[in-house]
């Protein structure tokens, strides 16, 4: 299998991404493309002692940064090394993109070059995130921001098959994130997609509200891209909050400091379970072809997870899965 | 002063309701007004050697449930204690109204019985929420689903006064609760009403993203009712969660419990700090005369506190000068 790899995307590349394709390559029997600037990569490999055995790069010049509109990549940035990660993708010359940089520029460049599966409405940006045990899938959590009720269907189904296939979940349930438990809450787009959700064949457990999210009550959570962003940026924040707040604690007095330090390897346990940097990112569930998002402050450990993930995503086929239910609904639905 | 109280609203009422109210006409020097089944109160108050001096009592013989909808309150509840408060306050029996009951049926009482402020479009319920210093106002954390972005401006304008004049912060900072900093980021709603508390005279200081709610962005977070809601209970979730993790380290075993034994008072007091049923409740903003959510978990403590805010809520005029406020912008908007 070779996988394409954006050498320059997210906070700590190439030489971080550049180290985990290395080992990648060796622990999971995997061809990697990078894209990027060529002698870069050869500098940076070369100054680090990194093997380019079994890597081959295809150059392109330019970066598409954080401060970039997410749709500079088809139009200044074209020729950036993710544009060429997605072209490189759609040429057949790799079974998969990941790719560490600016997450809107990616859902863009995996519609408009990828493109979507036939009969997706919209791809989505879906990323595992750490739950009381094991973690969930928020799906869609920044790409669409105004959804209609049968992308919010779609949602459901795309993350119910990733689940099941890459994180093996047997009948994922599926949850549509709501304030309140009764199918006729929430606004129009919650009422009109919990009926949906409800007669598809999906192991639907109805509404999730806020507090649930954490807690256990879904494997795929269901929302618009607003409703999503805001669940990952506020259960973010609140677990900086109370992580910080208990390291001032831990840290205010000898006597605190002693008693903490008893304490630190669970504690330290304790913030990898709420950090969603750990998981290892999102997929662009929709996209045409496998398509993952890696958290843009990954390290090497982080981004060769990723990688492993990526593998997984095409070996289990889930793209082809997706294109077969959808044609099987739309089937149903014109019969 | 005198203040109505729904002497049946909450988990604890109406025992810790009548507590509260005896000991907050000795401390705040005020009288009270309850409503309720008249029987069942002078039962609770003399088997438990309450004294009802200073208290007037409104019979009322039955109560709205949290399983009961919200609009029962002017249907087959209209003669609940909650209803029947909210007539009190109308006949100008009393200078605000305080319910720990369903906060639906109180915003619905809010609007069809206290009714609105002239030139308010929508009454609002506005919890105070706990951040990394001091508290915030979440407006609107859930009554009104679908909202206009003229609706998120009175929330700020609301908000704003109430932060001033009641919690005593100079100037409160306004932020609008989105997926990004920049003006042009979320749906419509959000475009829209940023431009709105842009032009205002609030001290607005942009959007606030969900990392930043918890982490003291601003002083009032303005959202739609499903925005606000979800937030709220995303809050909730994270902060049970992960406090219940730590009881589980704390506990673990007796090494752990020798550490956290040192570590108890601080780690109650963090608890507390994220506990936003500590901050005291949630005024309905918007009504043409004070009422007051308490939380329904509220002790006797706590009720006091939620009896304190409303006096505070009362002597600072809010309601006043929302309408003075209003008003001046419609003369504006019209001149």
Known sequence: MKLIVDAFGGDNAPLEILKACAEAIIDFDIDILLTGDKKKIEHVAKEHNISLARMEIVHAPSVITMEDEATEITKSKSNCSMAEGCRQLVAGNGEAFISAGNSGALV??????????????RVSFAPLMPKNTGNFMLIDAGANNECRPEMLHQFGL????????????????VGLANIGGEENKGCQLQIQAYQMLKESNLNFVGNVEGRGVPDDAADVVVADGFTGNMIL???????????RKMKEIFTKSTKNKLAASVLLKDMKELKKSVDYTEVGGAPILGAAKPVFKAHGSADAKTFKSAIRLTKEYVESQVVELIAKSILSDQTKENS
Chains 1, 2 share one sequence.
Do not use: D, Q
């Not at 408009?112 to 599966?117: A, E, G, N, P």
């Not at 795309?158 to 047997?170: A, D, F, L």
């Not at 940026?233 to 992580?243: F, I, Q, R, T």
């Open 108 to 121: 863009v460049g995996s519609t408009l070059i990828v493109k979507r599966i036939k009969g997706i409405k």
């Open 158 to 173: 795309m993350g119910s098959i990733y689940m099941e296939r890459v994180m093996h979940i047997n009948r994922p349930r």
């Open 233 to 243: 940026k506020v259960y973010e924040g609140v677990a900086m909050v109370l992580m």
